[in-house]
T-cell receptor, first 115, second 113 residues
Framework: NAGVMQNPRHLVRRRGQEARLRCSPM?????VYWYRQLPEEGLKFMVY????????ESGMPKERFSAEFPKEGPSILRIQQVVRGDSAAYFC?????????????FGDGTRLSIL | QKEVEQNSGPLSVPEGAIASLNCTYS??????FFWYRQYSGKSPELIMF????GDKEDGRFTAQLNKASQYVSLLIRDSQPSDSATYLC?????????????FGQGTTLQVKP
């Protein structure tokens, strides 16, 4: 499967726990984007990363959220001390190198539920 | 004013008809425009992208862009019940130039057999 791979597909956490969401971009893609979709709301940009660099984190909440894309391995979106309001679908997208504005392809998402 | 606006619908068309989905955007610096289809509970699927003014056709889909009017549309010819989904318009954030996408709320399309 050469598509964007996200895991886990579903994640349940209790309030105060940590959530780690993983994303492997499509083969040949080096740009990774994270988006969040709250229930009955649109997709909102969170962060854009390239290998070992955060390029744009203007959509990330100021606290508890962090993202990384290490030289080896998947991109990780980390949410510390989760609260009920973090319940959402988190989508990762990737695009190839080149001029900005290349089409982004989405993974199947991680549905995060906070008890 | 929202950055990307779409009529939420639902837009209902009979099978075989042309469905016309519209989107306006506020950032004149936006350079790239995308249409995604999202079935309920699923992830967005790229349908079309367009960078230049005019029309771009791919099979039953045509994207139209008018930068002067800040307007982008998607036409679906010979609509099928399987086209029933939410269609998301997305534009790149012009001033940031990072490829960050701004999405509209989506238009729900219902194609009735």
């Amino acid at each position: 499967n050469a598509g964007v791979m996200q895991n886990p597909r579903h994640l349940v956490r209790r309030r105060g726990q940590e959530a780690r969401l993983r994303c492997s971009p499509m083969k040949g893609h080096s740009h990774v984007y994270w988006y969040r979709q709250l229930p009955e709301e649109g997709l909102k940009f969170m962060v854009y990363l390239q290998k070992e660099n955060i390029i744009d984190e203007s959509g990330m909440p100021k606290e508890r959220f962090s993202a990384e894309f290490p030289k080896e391995g998947p991109s990780i979106l980390r949410i510390q001390q989760v609260v009920r309001g973090d319940s959402a679908a988190y989508f990762c997208a990737s695009s190839p190198e080149g001029p900005e504005g290349q089409p982004q392809h989405f993974g199947d998402g991680t549905r995060l539920s906070i008890l | 004013q929202k950055e990307v606006e779409q009529n939420s619908g639902p837009l209902s068309v009979p099978e075989g008809a042309i469905a016309s989905l519209n989107c306006t955007y506020s950032d004149r610096g936006s350079q790239s425009f995308f249409w995604y289809r999202q079935y309920s509970g699923k992830s967005p699927e790229l349908i079309m992208f367009i960078y230049s003014n005019g029309d771009k056709e791919d099979g039953r889909f045509t994207a139209q862009l008018n930068k002067a009017s800040q307007y982008v549309s998607l036409l679906i010819r010979d609509s099928q019940p399987s086209d029933s989904a939410t269609y998301l318009c997305a534009v790149t954030h012009g001033s940031s130039n990072t490829g960050k996408l701004i999405f509209g709320q989506g238009t729900t399309l219902q194609v009735k057999p």
